[in-house]
């Protein structure tokens, strides 16, 4: 039997693993920003090396002997006294079993494989992408399907062979209960979006694609992200092909952003979203770094952090009433004559796009529902990884109405299946539910919310995201969170009331 304080030896091996994990991390990180092209295949190998490590000590005998003290290592069952009735630690090793259990699926080899691949595949996309070439990529996806399907094979499922890999992102969610919300979210959406393009009140937005200097865009970009509360001395930003957040501890997280001389909301718009990712990051607990207690506790609500400050506040009205002449006066000449009102219906307008970083808040989610749609099609049917192209360009236009013209804007533009994320793109739509329902409450519990930000007052929303989310790291999972921090479960209504109320106003809808 062993006690609380015992528990000191478990999560002293655990946070050891962790600096491990963070070399990866840094790794990652400088293979999308500053490693040169031609390291590709020593990067790989150095990736794989570190995995296998790390996996070896999250699955070796001192890993099994420090937890079975505490956990029936078969069943995750807590041993008597092992928790002394302490929420907390009763939470720590459910979590740390979660863990040890997955990774005892896995072989090292296998692991070490996957990451040598992913790493390769990384180089192989942005050359792909770069040339428009689907036909240049296609090769490694293939093999990161099949070592997909091997992993699945590892793990096993009880009703889809895309359950697990939902799982790794999202815990304990499944096809059968995401597919429903989908369903009935798509069935709003594609009318919805319809109906807005027939409306006569269409935003001038022109002036959003003339030239913007790229420094200023930067410069303006993290003002916005100093005022969110994302602390310089605790992160930085940097540009890379994807916009990407990365943490190696509380205390050094690592954004990116793109940018574009014609594409005012680009830079600004990832940056801020990255800056939500970045906020939850620095927001978790330092003291418990390395343990469950200390990391976020799903993609999705991860999710909901970065699409709550980019939609819920970066593209509200008090956000551009207090920002908008402070960006007026960073771009004098191209924003002459433009109101802040002009300027909020442009940056909302609702325009069926080819690139889902890019898109609007209405259509965003047919993006991450195509991809749902094709992941489940190569996991669990017999959709073969040469038909992408074609398969994706017709959901485009079924969709969205609009048919992708390059490789690069269409099958090409997420880097997370040279990755093997696959699993990964419904945690985006989650995080969209999780995030209008979120910052309903928020909004609840400080009625002079819209008034604070229309002040440029961020932090207030900052510290009640820090306090009801970030601070609690995994020891409730993402259905208890929504619950103890809204009194209900994830209710999707919030979201599409939303979006009627936002974009009704906007397009003078019925």
């Not at 090292?108 to 942005?126: K, N, P, T, Y």
């Not at 916005?224 to 001395?233: I, K, P, Q």
């Not at 501890?249 to 909301?265: E, G, S, W």
Request: aromatic letters at 10%; charged letters at 25%; hydrophobic letters at 40%.
């Amino acid at each position: 039997m062993q006690t609380l304080k015992d528990l000191k030896a478990l999560t002293a091996f655990l946070k050891e693993t962790q600096v491990l994990s963070s070399a990866i991390s840094l790794l990652s990180w400088d293979q999308e920003t500053y490693m040169p092209s031609g390291s590709g295949q020593a990067r790989a190998e150095q990736l794989s090396a570190l995995m296998g490590l790390v996996h070896e000590r999250q699955t070796g005998k001192e890993m099994s002997q420090l937890l079975s003290a505490s956990v029936d290592l078969e069943t995750g069952e807590l041993k008597a006294g092992s928790s002394s009735g302490d929420a907390r630690a009763s939470a720590l090793l459910r979590e740390i079993w979660r863990d040890y259990h997955r990774a005892t699926q896995l072989p090292s080899d296998f692991v070490r494989r996957m990451g040598l691949e992913c790493s390769l595949a990384h180089q192989v996309w942005i050359e792909a992408r770069n040339k428009n070439d689907f036909a240049h990529f296609a090769p490694s996806l293939k093999k990161i399907v099949a070592l997909k399907k091997e992993e699945i094979d590892y793990l096993g499922y009880e009703a889809s062979p895309y359950d697990p890999l939902l799982d790794t992102f999202e815990p304990g969610l499944t096809v059968a209960q995401i597919a429903p919300v989908f369903a009935a979210l798509k069935e709003m959406l594609v009318p919805f979006v319809e109906k807005i393009a027939a409306s006569p009140a269409q935003p001038k937005d022109d002036f959003l694609r003339a030239f913007y200097d790229e420094e200023k865009q930067i410069i303006f970009g993290k003002k916005v992200l100093a005022a969110m509360g994302f602390s310089f001395d605790a992160g930085r930003q940097d540009i890379s092909a994807h916009p990407f957040t990365t943490s190696f501890h509380p205390t050094d997280v690592r954004i990116t952003t793109r940018v574009d001389p014609h594409d005012l909301l680009s830079s600004l718009f990832s940056s801020i979203h990255e800056g939500g990712h970045g906020l939850y990051d620095q927001g978790l607990s330092v003291a418990d770094f390395g343990t469950p207690l200390g990391e976020s506790i799903s993609l999705g609500i991860h999710e909901s952090q970065s699409r709550l400050w980019e939609n819920g506040v970066g593209r509200s009205r008090p956000f551009w009433r207090y920002f908008f002449p402070i960006l007026k006066e960073t771009f004098p000449d191209v924003l002459k004559g433009v109101e802040v009102e002009g300027f909020y219906a442009a940056i909302n307008a609702v325009r069926p796009s080819m690139i889902r970083v890019e898109s609007d808040e209405v259509t965003y989610n047919l993006h991450i529902m195509l991809r749902f749609e094709i992941e489940r099609q190569l996991i669990e049917g017999d959709l073969k990884v040469d038909a992408l192209p074609e398969l994706w360009n017709a959901k485009m236009e079924e969709y969205l109405g609009v048919r992708p013209k390059t490789d690069a804007e269409g099958v090409l533009q997420d880097v997370h299946w040279s990755g093997g994320a696959f699993g990964y793109f419904p945690t985006y739509t989650l995080g969209n539910l999780y995030a209008a329902q979120f910052l309903n409450q928020a909004k609840k519990e400080m009625p002079e919310l819209d008034a604070r930000i229309e002040a440029g007052d961020l932090l207030p929303l900052k510290k009640w995201l820090n306090d009801k989310i970030h601070r609690w790291g995994r020891q409730y999972t993402s259905g208890e969170l929504v619950q103890k921090v809204c009194g209900e479960t994830l209710n999707p209504k919030y979201f599409s009331d939303h979006l009627h109320k936002k974009f009704g106003e906007i397009y003078r809808l019925e």
